[in-house]
T-cell receptor, first 114, second 114 residues
């Protein structure tokens, strides 16, 4: 069983469209995250949720809206997609939000905006 | 502000030789330090972490890392490299108090040559 699963694995879409990426973890973790990895492999936090509550919201355009219906799910909705949104998006989770907690990552969603 | 540097984009080593992947960090207060590995088309996987205590930390797949406070470094090492170790390696730092996000280094691509 996959611990952190995200769908879809690949997403190809046109500029201006709205799309969603779903993430689920079956580890019983309290905290979930979205990371963006650009073409140069730089990895940057976007959002963090703890028990469905937004904890971290980095400088991300408000076209990106995370939603956590329960603590096992953290979805990412993107409005009006732009070329610069093309990247690999990783969902992750940790047992708690403590600083010593390690992250468990999903396998990523490769988003290509044409 | 937290930051992580990995001075080498690429490290090449022959199979069976020792390997080192370098990491230096900057953080106010006590750091929590992590190494993650990313195989092609996969999410990051946790290798090891330093929280406190012994400066030499042992992790998965025979990897270890040494915390050096005076040099603000946390280099990843392995006594004998395997071809299967070839991957992208990320160092990350987090401040000791919760709520702070991970800051990842830019990654170092390790190639182990047969």
């Amino acid at each position: 069983d996959t611990a952190v699963s995200q769908t879809p694995k690949y997403l190809v879409t046109q500029m201006g469209n709205d799309k969603s990426i779903k993430c689920e973890q079956n580890l019983g973790h309290d905290t979930m995250y979205w990371y963006k990895q650009d073409s140069k492999k730089f990895l940057k936090i976007m959002f963090s949720y703890n028990n469905k509550e937004l904890i971290i919201n980095e400088t991300v355009p408000n076209r990106f809206s995370p939603k956590s219906p329960d603590k096992a799910h953290l979805n990412l909705h993107i409005n009006s997609l732009e070329l610069g949104d093309s990247a690999v998006y990783f969902c992750a989770s940790s047992h708690r939000q403590g600083a010593n907690e390690k992250l468990f990552f999903g396998s990523g969603t490769q988003l290509s905006v044409l | 502000a937290q930051s992580v540097a990995q001075p080498e984009d690429q490290v090449n080593v022959a199979e069976g030789n020792p390997l080192t992947v370098k990491c230096t960090y900057s953080v106010s207060g006590n750091p929590y330090l992590f190494w993650y590995v990313q195989y092609p088309n996969r999410g990051l996987q946790f290798l090891l972490k330093y929280i406190t205590g012994d400066n030499l930390v042992k992790g998965s797949y025979g990897f270890e890392a040494e915390f050096n406070k005076s040099q603000t470094s946390f280099h990843l090492k392995k006594p004998s490299a395997l071809v299967s170790d070839s991957a992208l390696y990320f160092c990350a730092v987090r401040r000791y108090n919760y709520g702070q996000n991970f800051v990842f280094g830019p990654g170092t691509r390790l190639s182990v040559l047969p």
